[in-house]
C-alpha cells in the first residue's frame, strides 16, 4: 500500500507538472518569440521585478507549514493554523511593502523613458500579480501535504492554456504587446488564486480567529532565515536589474530570453517542494544520511548529461528561444550549468529546511559570501553585456551551492535538534 501510493503521487506529479510546465514553456517561449526586443524587455522586466518582489514579500512564511507540521499532518486543525499564520503574515507584508514597490519600479523603468501609459499598466499588472501569488503559494501548501495534486494541477493547467490561446489570438489580431501579455499574466495569477483558495481550504479546519501564538511561533521558526529570504529577493533578478542599469534595452531583452532556458529545471524544483520536503520532512533519522546523499547523486548525474549536451550542441536550445536571439550560442552552455547549480542549491535548501535545520550562522554566511563574490565580479568584471550577466549569476549560483552543502554537513553533524534556538532569545518581548 505504502509503494502503491508513492507510484500514485509521483506519477500524478509528473503528469500533472508535466502539463502545466509545458503549458508555461509554450506560452513563455511564444512570447520570446512574438514580441519585439523592446516589447520583450518591458515584459520581462516588469516579470523580473515582480519575481524579486514578490519574494520579498513571502519570506518563506508559506514553506513554514509542511516542515511545522511534520508527522502530524493528519491534525486538520494545526495544519489550519498555520495556514492561517502564513496567510496573515504574507498579507500584512503585501499591504506594508507595496507602495515601496510601486516607487523602486518606476524608477528602474525611467531610464528607457517609455510611454505613461505603458508604465501604469505594467504597474498594475505586477501589483496584481504580488497580490495573488500570496493565495497561489499558502492554499498549495494543504493540497501538497494530502498529495490532491490533481486539484493543485488542473485548473492551473486550464487557465495556463486559456491564456496561451488569448495570446496566439492577439498576435494575430495584432494586439499582443507587453502591456498585454503582462495583464493576461496577472489576470491567470488572480483565476489561480480564486481556484486554489476554494480547494486549499475544505482539507482543513480554518481557525476561527487570528492566533498570534501560531503567529510567533512561524516566525521562531522562520526568523534566521529571513535574511536570507531578503537577500534572495533581490540576489534572484540581480543580473536582470545589473544590466539595466548597465547595459541597453535589447541586453535587457537577451538576459530574459536566455532566462527561459531556465525553466526546464523549473518542472524539477517543483517536484523538491511537492514530493521531496514532506518525504524528507517524515523521514527516521536511520534513513536520512543515504536518502540525501542518493538525491544529490542522482540530480548530478543527470545534470551531468545535460550540460555536456547544451556546451556541445547550443542549436536546440537557441531554437526554443527564436532566431532574434541566434548570436547567443557561446553562452548556452554557461546558462544550463548556472540552472544545474542553482537546482542543486535548492534541492539541498529544500532538504535542510525540512529538517528544520535553519540557523544564524548559515544565514550570516552565505549573504556575507554572496556579497563577496558579487562585489568581486563587478568590480573586476563588471556587468555591461548579456556574456557578464551570465557569468555573474553562475558565480553566485555555484557560492549558494557550496554553502547549503556546507549548512548540509552542519546540520547532520549536530543531529536532530533545532539549530535555530539563537532566535529564542530575540522573540522574548513578543511573546510577553
Not at 31 to 58: C, I, K, N, P, W
Not at 346 to 365: D, H, P, Q, V
Not at 391 to 420: D, K, M, P, Q
Request: net charge positive; hydrophobic share 50%.
Amino acid at each position: 500500500m505504502r509503494w502503491s501510493r508513492i507510484i500514485s503521487v509521483v506519477t500524478g506529479f509528473l503528469f500533472g507538472q508535466g502539463t502545466l510546465q509545458g503549458i508555461n514553456v509554450l506560452a513563455a517561449l511564444f512570447l520570446v518569440r512574438a514580441l519585439s526586443v523592446e516589447h520583450y524587455a518591458q515584459f520581462s522586466l516588469a516579470f523580473g521585478f515582480q519575481t524579486a518582489v514578490s519574494l520579498l514579500m513571502d519570506l518563506g512564511y508559506t514553506s513554514t507549514i509542511i516542515p511545522l507540521v511534520g508527522e502530524r499532518h493528519n491534525d486538520r486543525a494545526r495544519v489550519g493554523s498555520y495556514l492561517r499564520a502564513a496567510k496573515h503574515l504574507r498579507d500584512s507584508a503585501f499591504w506594508i511593502l507595496s507602495p515601496f514597490a510601486v516607487i523602486a519600479f518606476l524608477a528602474i523603468m525611467h531610464k528607457h523613458h517609455w510611454s505613461w501609459p505603458t508604465q501604469t499598466v505594467l504597474v498594475l499588472s505586477v501589483l496584481l500579480s504580488l497580490y495573488a501569488s500570496g493565495p497561489v503559494s499558502y492554499y498549495s501548501a494543504p493540497l501538497f501535504l494530502y498529495g490532491r495534486l490533481r486539484e493543485f494541477y488542473v485548473p492551473q493547467t486550464l487557465s495556463g492554456v486559456a491564456r496561451l490561446a488569448v495570446y496566439v489570438g492577439l498576435r494575430i489580431l495584432g494586439g499582443l504587446n507587453a502591456c498585454t501579455a503582462a495583464g493576461l499574466n496577472a489576470l491567470n495569477t488572480l483565476f489561480n488564486a480564486i481556484i486554489l483558495r476554494k480547494r486549499g481550504r475544505q482539507y482543513v479546519e480554518w481557525p476561527g480567529r487570528n492566533e498570534p501564538e501560531v503567529n510567533r511561533e512561524v516566525l521562531k521558526y522562520i526568523l534566521p532565515a529571513i535574511p536570507t529570504f531578503i537577500f534572495a529577493a533581490f540576489q534572484s533578478q540581480i543580473s536582470l536589474f545589473l544590466i539595466n542599469a548597465f547595459g541597453q534595452t535589447i541586453n535587457v531583452a537577451e538576459v530574459a530570453a536566455l532566462g527561459r532556458l531556465a525553466q526546464i529545471f523549473l518542472a524539477l524544483t517543483t517536484f523538491n517542494l511537492i514530493i521531496i520536503e514532506p518525504r524528507i520532512a517524515r523521514l527516521k533519522r536511520e534513513r536520512l544520511l543515504s536518502t540525501y546523499l542518493q538525491l544529490i547523486l542522482i540530480a548530478c548525474v543527470f545534470f551531468l548529461l545535460v550540460v555536456v549536451l547544451a556546451f556541445a550542441f547550443p542549436a536546440p536550445f537557441l531554437w526554443l528561444i527564436g532566431p532574434k536571439y541566434k548570436n547567443l550560442g557561446p553562452i548556452v552552455g554557461w546558462v544550463v550549468l548556472t540552472g544545474c547549480f542553482n537546482y542543486l542549491a535548492n534541492l539541498i535548501w529544500i532538504m535542510n529546511r525540512a529538517r528544520r535545520w535553519i540557523f544564524w550562522r548559515g544565514t550570516i554566511l552565505e549573504i556575507v559570501t554572496l556579497i563577496l563574490v558579487d562585489i568581486c565580479f563587478v568590480a573586476f568584471f563588471g556587468v555591461r553585456d548579456t556574456r557578464h550577466a551570465i557569468l555573474f549569476t553562475l558565480a553566485s549560483s555555484f557560492s549558494a551551492l557550496c554553502i547549503h552543502s556546507y549548512i548540509g554537513v552542519y546540520g547532520f553533524i549536530n543531529g536532530e535538534r533545532n539549530l535555530s534556538e539563537s532566535s529564542s532569545s530575540i522573540l522574548k518581548p513578543l511573546r510577553s
